[in-house]
Structures are given as C-alpha cells and as structure tokens.
T-cell receptor, first 113, second 111 residues
Framework: GAGVSQSPSNKVTEKGKDVELRCDPI?????LYWYRQSLGQGLEFLIYFQGNSAPDKSGLPSDRFSAERTGGSVSTLTIQRTQQEDSAVYLC???????????FGQGTRLTVV | DAKTTQPTSMDCAEGRAANLPCNHS???????VYWYRQIHSQGPQYIIHGLKNNETNEMASLIITEDRKSSTLILPHATLRDTAVYYC????????????WGLGTSLAVNP
C-alpha cells in the first residue's frame, strides 16, 4: 500500500487478556518502529527493527511486551496479560535506512477494561 | 538526544504566517533538527528537517540560527487544517531511529 497500515484501528480488551497489534510498513522500508502515546502525552519509544539486525528493545516497559518482524516486513506487537495502564494509542512507523524521515500509521487505540 | 524546548501553545490567524520556535542549545555539530506534526487523532506526519542551512519544501520552511542553538518552523499561509501539535526533535547523531518526543507546541489556527 501507499502508507503504513495498522490493524485493528481500535481494540477493547479485558484486563489480563493478551492482544496482538499488527503493522504493515511501506514496501521497501527496512526500518520499523513502535511507539505508544498515552492521552495528552508525547510519543514513547518502544522498539526498533532495522533489517536483519537485532532489534532495539530498550523502550519496552515490561516483559509483558514483545514484538517481532517476520521477513523484514510485517510486524506484530504483543502485550500479554494486559493491564489498565497499557491503554494508549500504539503507533507504528517505517523509514528508509538512510533517513530518519519516518512515516506513521494511524495507530491502534487500545483500551483495557 | 539534544533537549528541545518549545512553547506549549500558540495561536495564528488563518492566512497569516505561523512561526513556531524551538530551542536546542545542546545540539551537536552533526545532529539534525526534525519537525513533525500530529493532527488530532492521527499519526504524526513528517514536515521537514535540516542541519545548518535553511530548508524549504511544499509544507514549510525551516530557519536554523547560525549557532544552531535554535530554529523556527514557518508555515507561510496557515490554514485551519494546520491546527495540530508540532514537534521539534533533535535525534542523537547515529541514532536517528529512536526519536525522543516531547510535548510539542499546540498550534491553533483561527478563522
């Protein structure tokens, strides 16, 4: 597609359940990032993938969070045993390796009830 | 990342130029200045970036001071659709991937 695509756009889940969020980056973009944004806050870095290199996981808030990127394209962010403080908009972005110009998806709004 | 300081909010009349300032006094010589904006309920959108020279594209102009300690994003003819939060970011050199985002400037363009 022409842009970064994220699914679902909205997700409501019960506390304690696992959720999977999907990101389809722009074709040809080797770098992929996940951020989250709580209400009224700036973006918080979670994880970064670059080609075949080991991902930078330094922003993941706990071991309940994990992400993978299969075949250098689609990425899935998994949150296990969700908590209410996990409620936020989860944003995915991609970029060409040589530039920090990042293209963002519309995000997934996660609500944990 | 070099720390950036932006005003919390600004107002601008429709059709007038919007000038959004950013201070980045700890910037290093090889660090770029990036600007993004986020319209309500949308993902952030890249606007422009620069190193030393002033830059212009179809969206905006970026003016960087000679000492590189501050910059100004200029929207030459602001429209209502330019109402958004504008983020000034200076990524650490060699680590452009992990952008650190502050709270930005909330720009309101008024009719």
């Amino acid at each position: 597609g022409a842009g970064v695509s994220q699914s679902p756009s909205n997700k409501v889940t019960e506390k304690g359940k696992d959720v999977e969020l999907r990101c389809d980056p722009i074709s040809g973009h080797t770098a992929l990032y996940w951020y989250r944004q709580s209400l009224g806050q700036g973006l918080e870095f979670l994880i970064y993938f670059q080609g075949n290199s080991a991902p930078d996981k330094s922003g993941l808030p706990s071991d309940r969070f994990s992400a993978e990127r299969t075949g250098g394209s689609v990425s899935t962010l998994t949150i296990q045993r969700t908590q209410q403080e996990d409620s936020a908009v989860y944003l995915c972005a991609s970029s060409l390796a040589v530039s920090a110009e990042a293209f963002f998806g519309q995000g997934t709004r996660l609500t944990v009830v | 990342d070099a720390k950036t300081t932006q005003p919390t909010s600004m107002d601008c009349a429709e059709g007038r130029a919007a000038n959004l300032p950013c201070n980045h006094s700890t910037i290093s010589g090889n660090e770029y200045v990036y600007w993004y904006r986020q319209i309500h309920s949308q993902g952030p959108q890249y606007i422009i970036h620069g190193l030393k020279n002033n830059e212009t594209n179809e969206m905006a102009s970026l003016i960087i001071t000679e000492d590189r300690k501050s910059s100004t994003l200029i929207l030459p003819h602001a429209t209502l659709r330019d109402t958004a939060v504008y983020y000034c970011i200076v990524p650490r050199a060699g680590n452009n991937r992990k952008l650190i985002w502050g709270l930005g400037t909330s720009l309101a363009v008024n009719p």
